[in-house]
């Protein structure tokens, strides 16, 4: 192929022979002292795994998988976020949030510009074999889902425009809560508001106003606030959390866990060690209830900062469905409710207290 006068390096060879092959922390050292990135605590890059930039920041916690490539002139990717095996991001600015998931061989990349900027919010996912297109900027904010096998492009072009055809440049913009399912298209140039919701297989062009439910190809509302989504009384908040307290009792013993409960606390025991929650349902105080260090608080009202800033520095982990937080660390009890209960698109922010 004839040599251009910018180069094309979608695969990094060099950088692949030079650092891909370096076990986790080996790899992390030699990017920290040769390359000038700044890594947090607890970082993993899997075999095959390269981060490649001109400024590079990894929060903590971070987890790069076997054979993913992530490159670009600025990237920033915040703690407890993962880029998932043999997944590709290539793009000028990555910037990418707390918690945030990208899962197996998604694939983000294309014609590069000056602008050209992919922004994924906190706590948010990016199911296997998506196709995203950041040529023009890629905005996605906090708390979104974007299913498996979705397309997103802000680009459209193939066939000659002097000879009257279309070709269309403008940056896509993904609100906060918004859900995209299996195999949505979104064109050039749409926005769509937070707290909506596409269906699945539809084609997504132009705007989406906020707290909509559109379906379709092209995609239009058939719902909308104040109908979508549904209001829900306490007593129907109250009796869905039981229902998925009751699910995850079922889950962790299908595992081999053995559950105890005695009224607002339960034990949970499993390879000779065990774990207490304490469950602090809608409109019962904590008076009494004296959780200890390593216990996990699971409430669903809101707890007062006070109670927060007195857990974090007694050690006590907490899970707070009011008020949308939870603590930064957790017994392997609350990683796992916290996992559990993401299923039924329930995500916290992680606080300190």
Avoid at 68 to 73: L, M
Avoid at 120 to 138: A, M, W, Y
Avoid at 202 to 211: A, Q, R
């Amino acid at each position: 192929m004839p040599e251009t006068l910018l180069p094309k390096t979608r695969i990094p060879l060099r950088h692949l022979l030079l650092f891909g092959w370096l076990p986790s922390p080996l790899k992390i050292l030699a990017y920290r002292l040769l390359l000038g990135y700044r890594i947090g605590r607890g970082v993993k890059i899997s075999f095959g795994g390269v981060v490649i930039g001109k400024s590079v920041e990894l929060g903590d916690h971070v987890e790069i998988g076997l054979l993913a490539v992530v490159q670009g002139e600025t990237i920033r990717i915040g703690r407890h976020s993962s880029v998932g095996t043999m997944s590709y991001l290539s793009c000028n600015a990555i910037e990418i949030g707390d918690d945030a998931k990208i899962r197996e061989q998604v694939y983000v990349g294309g014609p590069q510009l000056p602008e050209s900027r992919f922004v994924l919010g906190s706590r948010t996912i990016v199911l296997q074999l998506t196709n995203i297109n950041p040529t023009k900027p890629v905005v996605i904010g906090d708390d979104t889902g974007i299913g498996g096998h979705c397309l997103i492009f802000t680009h459209g072009a193939w066939l000659n425009q002097l000879d009257g055809y279309p070709v269309t440049y403008e940056p896509v913009t993904l609100g906060k809560s918004v859900w995209l399912p299996w195999r949505v298209f979104i064109m050039p140039g749409t926005t769509i508001g937070d707290g909506s919701v596409i269906g699945a297989n539809s084609l997504v062009s132009g705007n989406i106003p906020p707290s909509s439910l559109a379906v379709g190809n092209p995609a239009k509302v058939i719902r909308s606030a104040p109908d979508f989504p549904k209001k829900l009384s306490d007593g129907e908040r109250a009796g869905l959390v039981e229902t998925i307290m009751g699910e995850f009792d079922r889950f962790v013993q299908h595992g081999g866990v053995r559950v105890e409960a005695h009224g607002s606390i339960r034990a949970y025991h499993y390879s000779r060690r065990t774990w207490r929650l304490m469950w602090l349902r809608a409109g019962v105080r904590m008076d009494g209830i004296a959780p200890a260090r390593g216990d996990t608080v699971f409430s669903e009202a809101a707890l007062a900062p006070d109670a927060l800033a007195d857990f974090a520095k007694r050690g006590v982990y907490w899970l707070d469905l009011g008020g949308k937080t939870r603590s930064e660390g957790g017994s392997r009890l609350t990683e796992e409710l916290a996992l559990f209960i993401g299923r039924y698109g329930i995500r916290l922010i992680r606080i300190s207290g």
